[in-house]
């Protein structure tokens, strides 16, 4: 089961020297195979990518994902870049830069339209109950969609305990992602 790092100004901070030592003692002690810069409101969103970018690359393993922007993302040499639900579109523009693409769904048809677009991957949530994200879908939900696709999909939303993982890794579901569990 792939493990997709989330980071958020809450728990990572977007002061630079602090950004670099919380994300490296995290990815020592959790070695996700995914990490996304995903942080909406910081001013210096380039700069702080840019170091984000450059800690993924400390470790063998970890494909590092930029929120939104795949301009930005193929500019810092990230592996890929994490599309919201509205960003389809955007999907062909960042396969032809060569980036891997990630995106974010809330339904099953969400799900299959990215599938048809091309996207790597998903993050299909709520999964379980998460602050502002709306009613959870829940494991059947989520067992009925892996029966409906074929894209990799990531469990996301409310994932805090190892029991929630245990019960993710019943499904087909590629992996989890998760802001909360990774701090």
């Known amino acids: 089961m792939k493990k997709y790092l989330i980071t958020s100004r809450e728990f990572y901070t977007d002061t630079p020297a602090v950004f670099r030592t919380i994300m490296h003692e995290q990815f020592a002690k959790h070695l996700p195979d995914f990490?996304?810069?995903?942080?909406?409101?910081?001013?210096?969103?380039?700069?702080?990518?840019?170091?984000f970018v450059e800690v993924c690359g400390e470790f063998e393993d970890i494909k590092s994902f930029i929120h939104r922007d795949a301009k930005l993302a193929k500019e810092l040499n990230a592996t890929g870049v994490h599309l919201t639900s509205t960003q389809g579109e955007t999907i062909e523009f960042a396969k032809e830069l060569g980036l891997e693409v990630i995106i974010s769904t809330h339904s099953i048809d969400?799900?299959?339209?990215?599938?048809?677009?091309?996207?790597?991957?998903?993050?299909?949530?709520?999964?379980f109950a998460s602050p502002n994200k709306g009613e959870p879908k829940g494991i059947e939900e989520l067992e009925r969609?892996?029966?409906?696709?074929?894209?990799?999909?990531?469990?996301?939303?409310?994932?805090?305990?190892?029991?929630?993982?245990?019960?993710?890794?019943k499904t087909k579901a590629y992996g989890f992602a998760s802001i909360r569990y990774f701090y």
């Open 110 to 127: 969400e799900v299959l339209t990215a599938q048809q677009r091309g996207a790597d991957a998903v993050t299909f949530s709520p999964i």
């Open 145 to 169: 969609l892996l029966d409906m696709c074929e894209i990799k999909v990531f469990a996301l939303g409310g994932i805090v305990s190892a029991e929630q993982i245990e019960l993710i890794k």
């Open 35 to 51: 990490a996304l810069y995903r942080d909406k409101t910081n001013p210096n969103y380039k700069i702080q990518a840019e170091h």
